[in-house]
């Protein structure tokens, strides 16, 4: 089973969720403070692989919600600006195991990842706020 360091904001009750599955998976979650943590940008761009640049951002943050923010508007290096400033904006949870990053949680890339008990569990994002 995998050692899974598990980049979230405290108090995400759907990042609970998510990493309760991962613990009943019989994997080992260090979980760790998304927020509080001093990114550098090509060690966050190290989560985001080959996603979409406006998929980096977090749709539940409160400034991408009310429209302050148009993930759509910005590039790889205007994004992470933000998001280095902003770690709010950041899509969640950031996760990393045998050397390989993961952004967001989609249980049948976390499956095919690291291995779920449960990979067809719907797990819902947080709510604004949270």
Not at 37 to 45: D, F, G, I, K, V
Not at 103 to 130: Q, R, Y
């Amino acid at each position: 089973m995998a050692q899974i360091k598990f980049y979230t904001k405290p108090g995400c009750m759907t990042s609970e969720k998510q990493i309760n599955l991962l613990r009943q998976s019989g994997h080992e979650v260090e979980v760790c403070d998304l927020l509080a943590r001093s990114w550098a940008p090509e060690e966050l761009t190290g989560f985001f692989g080959t996603m979409p640049v406006n998929l980096w951002f977090n749709p539940n943050s409160p400034r991408v919600k009310s429209g302050e923010i148009e993930p759509s508007a910005y590039d790889s290096v205007s994004a992470l600006n933000l998001m280095l400033e902003d770690h709010l904006l950041i899509r969640r949870p950031l996760m990393e195991a045998d050397d390989q990053r993961m952004c967001g949680f989609d249980p049948v890339k976390v499956h095919a990842w690291v291995g779920l008990v449960s990979p067809e569990a719907a797990i819902t994002p947080c709510a604004m706020g949270n």
